[in-house]
């Protein structure tokens, strides 16, 4: 059974920085891209930033320069390293992976930029 779990967010003031991982485990082959999403209230859920097994990345135009979506192929892990966090930042971030046999969604990991 494929599972993905999250952690590392939290509450942070604004300019301050996150890591954010996703561990992947339960039988996963060929993993095609490796993305994270994030869904603030009232919003739908939208791409943050994608990484695929070509090594190219791509970024949501509020986040470039900001955030770094990278990836440890050996331990099945993603990471989204977010500096300079923005109060409109405020999301619940969910990872996402894609593989031959479909996709697969984490429980989502709560991040709040406040002062």
């Known amino acids: 059974q494929v599972q993905l779990v999250e952690s590392g967010g939290g509450s942070v003031q604004p300019g301050g920085s996150l890591r954010l991982s996703c561990a992947a485990s339960?039988?996963?082959?060929?993993?095609?891209?490796w993305g994270w999403y994030r869904q603030a209230p009232g919003n739908q859920r939208e791409r943050v930033a994608t990484?695929?097994?070509?090594?190219?990345?791509n970024y949501v135009d509020s986040v470039k320069g900001r955030f770094t979506i990278s990836r440890d192929n050996a331990k099945k892990t993603v990471y989204l390293q977010m500096n300079t966090l923005k109060p409109e930042d405020t999301a619940v971030y969910y990872c996402?992976?894609?593989?031959?046999?479909?996709?697969?969604w984490g429980q989502g990991t709560q991040v709040t930029v406040s002062s």
């Open positions: 339960g039988g996963i082959f060929n993993i095609y891209v």
């Open positions: 990484t695929t097994s070509d090594g190219s990345t």
């Open positions: 996402k992976i894609t593989t031959t046999r479909g996709a697969y």
